[in-house]
């Protein structure tokens, strides 16, 4: 597969529940933008009209928060059950249609396009092979998953997201650096500390 020809599609997660934010945090604004938003803006920079968004907590007004950008939308029912069932519901959806999927999460509004770009470019094109983002000692998303472990994606369940995935000796890992990423809204301490 020629990575510039390829399918590439994009999974912003915006379904959980944000226990310890203690709100809806996909509709926090960062500089008068939805993080939600500022997510599938920034994916559509790179994979165009192929975004796809899960919805689970509070969807009626995440989807709000999305407007004419919404695109491909998905709902996760499960999503009380962890990030793993958002993960798994975007690769089901995507399977028949997409030959890589970027996993993006909403609450790292410190990732960038040209970052997704990066992780486009490091992929060779290749079925089995993962690209993840390397930051703060550890591995982790944004991901992009070539097509090869959909079937292992669309599996997952818990809140350990893909993490088994990237240490599993079917897939080749590679990753691309990028300190930002290690920058997630968990709380509004973590807000505050962005604006």
Same mark, same amino acid.
């Given at each position: 597969m020629d990575a510039?020809?390829?399918?590439?599609?994009? @999974?912003?997660?915006? @379904?959980?529940?944000?226990?310890?934010?203690?709100?809806?945090?996909?509709?926090v604004e960062l500089h008068g933008v939805p993080l939600?938003?500022?997510?599938?803006?920034? /994916?559509?920079?790179?994979c165009g009209d192929r975004v796809v968004t899960v919805l689970g907590h509070d969807w009626p007004n995440v989807l709000a928060a999305l407007g004419s950008a919404a695109g491909f939308l998905v709902l996760n029912e499960n999503y009380r059950e962890g990030m793993g069932?958002?993960?798994?519901?975007?690769?089901?959806?995507?399977t028949s249609l997409a030959d890589?999927?970027?996993?993006?999460? /909403?609450?790292?509004?410190?990732?960038?396009?040209?970052?997704?770009?990066?992780?486009?470019?490091?992929?060779?094109?290749?079925?089995?092979?993962?690209?993840?983002?390397?930051?703060a000692g550890t591995m982790g998303p944004p991901v992009l998953f070539a097509s090869d472990a959909f079937a292992t994606l669309g599996s997952l369940r818990g809140d350990a997201g893909a993490r088994a995935v990237l240490s599993d000796s079917r897939f080749r890992l590679s990753s691309v650096p990028f300190e930002p @990423?290690?920058?997630?809204?968990?709380?509004? /301490?973590?807000? @505050? /500390?962005l604006t």
């Open positions: 510039e020809a390829a399918r590439i599609f994009a @999974a912003v997660l915006a @379904a959980g529940d944000a226990s310890r934010f203690g709100s809806t945090k996909q509709l939600v938003r500022r997510a599938t803006d920034m /994916a559509a920079r790179v069932t958002s993960i798994a519901a975007a690769a089901r959806a995507c890589a999927l970027i996993v993006v999460l /909403a609450d790292q509004p410190l990732v960038s396009a040209e970052h997704l770009q990066a992780l486009v470019n490091r992929w060779s094109g290749a079925s089995d092979e993962v690209v993840a983002s390397s930051y @990423a290690s920058v997630d809204i968990d709380t509004t /301490a973590d807000l @505050a /500390a």
